[in-house]
């Protein structure tokens, strides 16, 4: 089993689904990115995918698939996407590590690259307790 950048929770999973679904028959999944905007510098991007780029990482869990653009996978590393519907509003929710701060609205992050060298530490923590 291979190690992923991100994990999606039944929510998304069910989420990307519709979306596929309701785009026609070409739409294939979702593509997340990042790139920079907003009061805090970043901002999650999300687009549908109608071909995949081989370049990119691809997660799939329930068959829904999400496709992560390699300039945001040190920025995604370890992240969960989750879909929520509040009373004000609905959408896709990410809980990031390696997020420092967010705007007030909460529509922009302000993100680091992921510690590589603590994950590989961790990494090989899981494996000498296995």
């Not at 089993?1 to 026609?24: C, K, Q, W, Y």
């Not at 907003?38 to 549908?48: K, N, S």
């Not at 509003?89 to 809980?95: A, D, I, K, M």
Request: with cysteine; hydrophobic share 45%.
């Amino acid at each position: 089993m291979g190690f992923a950048v991100m994990s999606l929770t039944d929510a998304a999973a069910g989420r990307v689904r519709a979306i596929v679904e309701n785009s026609g028959p070409d739409a294939k999944g979702i593509r997340v990115g990042i790139k920079k905007g907003g009061c805090a510098g970043m901002e999650y991007a999300i687009d549908l995918v109608t071909e995949a780029n081989p370049k990119d990482d691809l997660i799939e869990h329930q068959g829904a698939k999400v496709w992560v653009a390699p300039e945001a996978v040190l920025y995604l590393l370890g992240t969960q996407m989750d879909f929520e519907v509040t009373t004000l509003r609905s959408g896709f929710t990410f809980h990031n590590p390696n997020q420092t701060s967010a705007c007030g609205c909460g529509e922009s992050v302000e993100l680091k690259p992921a510690d590589l060298a603590a994950l590989a530490a961790e990494g090989n923590a899981v494996v000498r307790a296995n």
